[in-house]
Structure formats: structure tokens, C-alpha cells
């Protein structure tokens, strides 16, 4: 079985398993008191968020390794991770207008948060053309690593500064000082949404690292 | 240490002589700025927003424009005759090189703006004249988080294709955050509140230069390699 047809199965496994979690979300969680069914949104908003976040970070870090051990491998999962990331990126913005839309009035506003994210994908989406601008292989490994250990700096710092404005959106109820904020039923919908999003993340980055693979094959002949 | 100032030193000087003999880049990011300047002039209507609460938007957007002008030129000049192999062979180390380059470009983004300031108080009338110390510093500090980043970038993209639309490109969302920043720090000393207000913000352009200058001399050897 090649790659490609590997990570086609995993994406399949994962779609069910987030069919699974929407069952779950619709009729076996409580609706939230005062968002009503738009809240459900939030098991997919939220893993969305954070595994565009991670794919960021491990286009980061592979960036690193790179510059060290300049194996085309890392290159090959940084540019997968990259075109994953901004995929997710893409969820986490449409489904964050749904949202916003009955519960804020608005599709969107310059909040922190919001924007932060639209950073982020303006980020990877430069990464990618920067990717697309360069005709070394050799060249545009090193240039997209040097801009991916830069883009995940930049969203450090602005993790950082999101904390100083005021916002709109709701604060992490997960992760955070004090023991998660959420009825149990909604944390294990969520937490499963999440396990469920990295299987479509590993899945779907198998298949751009197998695409990745042919282009190479492909630019030998 | 001595030993890497000293080289910046002679990259930059060789830029600068370069860029003050010629003029013609100069002259053109100056004249752009105060170009823009006039089109802010005309693109609001001052009968109905009072030029103070449009004045920072005006200034930091202004001088975002004239730092990528001046970026893009910072590495094209050594396109020519294939002057950067041989700056690449000379034994100026390739941290010497990017802190030169850093240097030749503060200079002339900070000539720029040094024209482009007295422009702005002239055209829309601000009163800078109180907190012009503090203003400056603002400037300063803003001007070194968009040339550290930009210095990196713009050595980047002269070796990809359409250079000159790579640069904004990817250069612009890094130049949000001290934009952001800047504009906040500026706001508020024309509006004549308190330093304590301003003093967070302009830690933070601080913090940004000090992480970005250090990650771009990490960063800046991989961009040259052969």
C-alpha cells in the first residue's frame, strides 16, 4: 500500500470518527443555557483552532531541524503541515463567522483573537507563495524554513499581546489556570473532536508529503 | 564582537556611500513618502473626522510604505555584476553582513522618516511639538522591529521570482504587530495622555526588536549559503 493510498484510509477513518462526534454532539451533549444549538459549532471551531496551531508549530520546529540536519524529508512535512494548517485555518474562519453571526451580530469584528488568527493565515498563505516563488529545490527548503521558524516567533509574540486587548471572545475554558470550565459531557464531546481532528491532520499530511513525493519523481524525469 | 561591528560597519558605510553618491533611491523614497502624505490628504474628508484621531493611522501607515521601498532596494543593489557572490567570498562574516545591512538600512529608512515627520506636522497640523522626544522613540524603536525582519526577508526574495511583489508579501504581517504597537504608543502621546500609558507599549517594540534582531542573525547565514 503506498502513502497516498495509507493516508486516504486514515482521512476516511477520521471522517467517520468526526461523523461519530457530531452524533455525539447533536443528541447525546446538553445544549449550552444561553447559546443554544449554535454552541455545537464549537466541537469543530475549537479542534480546528488548535490543530492549525500545532501544524504551525511543527512547520516551526521541522524548520529548525532543517537548517541542521538538511534532510528533504523535514522539508517535505513542513510544506505538508503548511497546506494542512491553512486548510484548518480556513474551517476555524468560516465556522467562526457562523458562530459569530447569532451569538455576536456581527460576522466579524477586529477583535484580537479574530484577527490573530487571520494573521495566521496570512502567514501560512505567504509561505506558500513564497514556496511557489522559488525555483531551487535546494534554495526554497532553506527560504521556507528561515520563514516558518519566523512565523512561529511572530505568533508567539502574538499570543502574547492578545492577552493585553480586550476581546470579545469567549476565554479558553480548557486549558487554563483553573480545572476546566466545561460540564463533563461537553469536555469528552470536545476532547474526542480533538483526538478526532489530529487522526484528519496525520491523515491528510500523509497524503500532501505522498504529493510531495511524485512532484519530486516528476521534476527528475 | 569587536570584529563583527567593525565589518557591519564597513558594509554599511559602503552602502550609504553608495546610496548618498547616487541619491536616486533616496530621493525617490523620500518624494514617495511625502506622495503619500498628500493622498492621505485627500483620501478623508476633514469636515467630518478630525485630522488628530486619523493622524497616527496616517503617519505609521506612511512610514510602513517608505521601510518596504527601502527594503526592497537593500539586497537588489548587489544583484548587479554579481556583487553579492563577492561580498559572500569577502571575509566579512555573514552576521557581519546582515547587521551592515541592518545598519544601511536603519539610515535610510531613518533619513526618510526624518523628512517624512516635519511633512506630517505640516500637512495635517498635528502637535508633535510636546512629546516630540518621546515620539521619536517611538519611531525609532518601530523602525528597528520593521528593518530587522525586513533586512532578512529582502535577502530572500531577491533570488525568488516578481522580488518586488515577494517582499510586502511576506514582510506585512510581521510588520502588523509593531505597527499595531506603534500606532497605540502614538495615539495616546498626541493625545497628551501620561508616559506611564505609553511606557507598555513601547516595551513591547522593544521586546519585538531584541527577539527579531537576534532571530534574524540566527536565521540570516541559511538565507546565504551556496
Request: positive net charge.
Amino acid at each position: 500500500m503506498t502513502l497516498a493510498q495509507k493516508g486516504r484510509r486514515v482521512v476516511l477513518a477520521g471522517l467517520l470518527l468526526l461523523g461519530g462526534v457530531y452524533v455525539r454532539a447533536l443528541a447525546f451533549t446538553p445544549v449550552e443555557r444561553f447559546q443554544g444549538p449554535a454552541q455545537k459549532i464549537f466541537y469543530l471551531h475549537v479542534p480546528a483552532a488548535v490543530t492549525t496551531e500545532l501544524a504551525v508549530i511543527l512547520v516551526g520546529l521541522a524548520g529548525v531541524f532543517f537548517l541542521f540536519l538538511k534532510d528533504p524529508r523535514l522539508d517535505r512535512f513542513a510544506e505538508a503541515s503548511a497546506e494542512v494548517g491553512t486548510v484548518f485555518a480556513a474551517i476555524v474562519l468560516t465556522t467562526g463567522p457562523i458562530w459569530g453571526k447569532p451569538i455576536w451580530g456581527t460576522w466579524w469584528t477586529w477583535d484580537a483573537r479574530l484577527t490573530s488568527t487571520l494573521f495566521l493565515f496570512f502567514l501560512l498563505i505567504s509561505y506558500h507563495v513564497l514556496r511557489g516563488a522559488v525555483t531551487d529545490a535546494g534554495l526554497r527548503a532553506r527560504y521556507a524554513a528561515v520563514l516558518g521558524i519566523c512565523a512561529v516567533v511572530l505568533v508567539g509574540f502574538i499570543h502574547l499581546s492578545v492577552y493585553l486587548f480586550p476581546t470579545l471572545h469567549p476565554q479558553p475554558i480548557v486549558l487554563r489556570p483553573a480545572k476546566p470550565g466545561l460540564p463533563p459531557e461537553m469536555l469528552v464531546t470536545l476532547l474526542m473532536s480533538f483526538g478526532v481532528f489530529l487522526v484528519l491532520y496525520v491523515g491528510f499530511v500523509m497524503q500532501r508529503y505522498a504529493i510531495a513525493l511524485r512532484r519530486e519523481a516528476a521534476s527528475h524525469v | 564582537m569587536r570584529e563583527l561591528l567593525g565589518q557591519a560597519w564597513t558594509v554599511a558605510r559602503k552602502d550609504l556611500v553608495l546610496e548618498f553618491r547616487t541619491r536616486t533611491a533616496l530621493l525617490s523614497a523620500v518624494v514617495f513618502t511625502a506622495l503619500v502624505l498628500t493622498v492621505f490628504n485627500f483620501g478623508r474628508d476633514p469636515t467630518a473626522v478630525a485630522t488628530i484621531d486619523l493622524a497616527p493611522s496616517i503617519l505609521w501607515v506612511t512610514f510602513t510604505f517608505a521601510a518596504m521601498l527601502a527594503l526592497n532596494r537593500a539586497f537588489q543593489l548587489e544583484l548587479e555584476n554579481g556583487a553579492l557572490e563577492g561580498l559572500l567570498v569577502s571575509p566579512v562574516s555573514r552576521r557581519s553582513l546582515y547587521l551592515g545591512k541592518l545598519l544601511a538600512n536603519l539610515g535610510f529608512v531613518g533619513v526618510v522618516e526624518a523628512v517624512g515627520l516635519p511633512l506630517f506636522v505640516l500637512f495635517f497640523d498635528v502637535p508633535v511639538g510636546p512629546v516630540l522626544l518621546p515620539l521619536i522613540g517611538v519611531i525609532a524603536l518601530a523602525t528597528v522591529g520593521f528593518v530587522s525582519v525586513g533586512t532578512l526577508f529582502s535577502a530572500m526574495v531577491v533570488r525568488t521570482r516578481f522580488a518586488e511583489l515577494m517582499l510586502p508579501v511576506l514582510l506585512l504581517p510581521f510588520l502588523l504587530l509593531p505597527l499595531t504597537y506603534a500606532v497605540q504608543a502614538t495615539a495616546r502621546l498626541l493625545a497628551g495622555r501620561p508616559l506611564s500609558e505609553v511606557s507598555g507599549w513601547l516595551k513591547l517594540l522593544a521586546a519585538y526588536d531584541l527577539v527579531f534582531v537576534a532571530v534574524a542573525l540566527l536565521l540570516f547565514p541559511h538565507t546565504m549559503d551556496e
